[in-house]
């Protein structure tokens, strides 16, 4: 058996690990792994990874289970551009510098975002506060500046004047929110130029192809009861 790649494009970083992928010709089979119906959960795919989450890697007998350590595993097994993981060590190491920030930080505001503002009230039928919703976006707020001022600062892309995984890492999160209907890129207009170069850069037609599911979270229809009691205490953990 060849690559599997276990995935849910409803997820950031499957979004990543999936553009990355596509974009470098490595072949795959994917394994849809659908979370809003709480597949991830089940003890079918618990047998695959035993933490119950998306993406995952499997390659013959050996398994991955986190969206970082695969896009490096598939840079060094696969011949793919130098400008995604360079060589050069203080551009690796800008790579490695944002892929270790964004963790705790702009990826866990976008993933509040789009849970507060969609998620709960839409799919879950649990309202938000306004409060909440309000303190949720102000940290998002927070960490876009922190990712233009800080790691875009006047580059073309966040680790130089090619795109990286740092790059690839960022849109996919930043999605979320736009998902949501926040507006990330409005008035930020040196965000707004990044997001383009990084859009042409994977290719138009993937990059659409990858966000189309998120694009649409504010259709997803109500979880039936049964989904949202098995859905509930995981993604309070996580949120």
């Given at each position: ?11 950031q ?6 553009i990355f ?5 490595i ?12 597949q991830?959960?089940?003890d079918a795919f618990?047998?695959v990874n035993?933490l ?6 499997k390659?013959?007998?050996f ?5 970082v350590?695969?896009?490096?595993y598939?840079t ?6 130098d400008y995604w ?10 790579v490695d510098?944002y892929l ?7 990826r866990r505001?976008?993933l ?6 969609v998620?709960f009230?839409v ?12 303190a949720?976006?102000?940290?998002l707020?927070?960490n876009?500046q922190?990712l233009e001022?800080?790691?875009l ?6 680790a130089?004047?090619?795109i ?7 849109i996919?999160?930043?999605m979320?929110p ?6 990330v890129?409005?008035?930020r207009?040196k ?6 170069r ?7 037609d993937?990059?659409r192809e990858?966000h189309?599911i998120?694009?649409k979270?504010?259709d997803c229809?109500?979880a039936?009861?049964t ?6 205490p ?6």
């Amino acid at each position: 058996m060849g690559l599997e790649l276990y995935l849910d494009l409803l997820s950031q970083p499957c979004r990543a690990v999936y553009i990355f992928a596509k974009k470098n010709g490595i072949p795959f089979e994917l394994r849809t792994v659908d979370l809003i119906k709480g597949q991830h959960l089940s003890d079918a795919f618990a047998q695959v990874n035993p933490l119950k989450k998306v993406p995952v890697l499997k390659d013959g007998d050996f398994i991955l289970r986190e969206s970082v350590a695969i896009l490096l595993y598939l840079t060094h097994k696969y011949k793919v551009p130098d400008y995604w993981y360079p060589q050069d060590l203080q551009a690796r190491a800008r790579v490695d510098e944002y892929l270790a920030w964004q963790h705790t930080t702009l990826r866990r505001s976008c993933l509040r975002a789009l849970w507060h503002k969609v998620m709960f009230p839409v799919f879950l039928g649990e309202p938000v506060s306004p409060q909440t919703l309000a303190a949720t976006l102000a940290e998002l707020d927070v960490n876009l500046q922190l990712l233009e001022d800080e790691f875009l600062q006047n580059k073309a892309f966040l680790a130089g004047p090619h795109i990286s995984l740092a790059d690839l890492v960022a849109i996919t999160e930043l999605m979320h929110p736009v998902g949501a209907g926040c507006q990330v890129f409005e008035g930020r207009p040196k965000l707004a130029a990044w997001r383009n170069r990084v859009e042409a850069a994977v290719g138009e037609d993937l990059f659409r192809e990858a966000h189309e599911i998120i694009l649409k979270a504010k259709d997803c229809p109500p979880a039936d009861p049964t989904t949202k009691q098995k859905l509930m205490p995981r993604i309070l953990a996580i949120i």
